[in-house]
């Protein structure tokens, strides 16, 4: 059994479209910069991630494959993850890589699961390309793909610095001031050490800051 997606194509097919955190299409080519952290507590001392909070739209009628290609173009340090869409990838270093492919239901929206780690204060750039992909299933109801067109393309630039360790919320959001920076034994410091740090801020509030 044979599963083919139409879609009016040209050179970039529109069966699938990537969709920005506030629920907006991005055209083929966007470029865009998230900063955003999120702290996770992993019981060893927890690290901060920076998610893309990009989401893919199968915009057809019809059950489609997918498929994701990702250029990493630029890696300071720590490694990137993507999940999308479907088994989870890592990429620790600039190069290229693929994502496994999966189906997506007609009118389906995925998170694109795909954030940056990193190890220290830096940048990490990749290029996240769709792949539309014919999909034939055997007598066992397993499915093989297969190439058919590209999809649109958005260009990430992971941001992590100082400005990026609010746990929950957007950095230019927040309306308080760091009040001081502490080791995890309260002793104060003067700026980011290596290990973990205690921001405060001057609302009251704290955020935990893993340096490596």
Do not use: H
């Amino acid at each position: 059994v044979s599963l083919m997606c139409t879609a009016a194509g040209a050179q970039t097919d529109g069966t699938f479209v990537f969709i920005d955190s506030n629920g907006n299409v991005l055209e083929d080519g966007s470029e865009i910069s998230v900063n955003t952290s999120e702290f996770v507590d992993d019981g060893m001392g927890g690290y901060f991630m920076i998610p893309s909070g990009l989401s893919v739209k199968n915009t057809s009628s019809e059950t489609c494959g997918v498929g994701l290609e990702v250029n990493v173009d630029k890696m300071d340090n720590g490694q990137l993850q993507f999940c999308f869409p479907s088994n989870c990838n890592i990429a620790a270093s600039a190069g290229n890589y693929d994502g496994s492919p999966s189906s997506m239901d007609a009118g389906e929206v995925k998170g694109l699961e795909t954030e940056w780690i990193p190890a220290a204060y830096g940048e990490c750039t990749a290029l996240f390309r769709l792949k539309v992909m014919d999909v034939e299933y055997n007598s066992w109801n397993m499915p093989t793909y297969s190439f058919k067109a590209y999809g649109p393309s958005v260009r990430v630039t992971f941001v992590y610095d100082e400005s990026s360790t609010g746990i929950n919320g957007t950095p230019g959001d927040k309306k308080t001031e760091v009040s001081g920076y502490y080791t995890i034994e309260g002793v104060k410091t003067d700026r980011l050490r290596k290990g973990l740090n205690i921001v405060k801020y001057t609302d009251g509030s704290s955020d935990k800051v893993f340096i490596k």
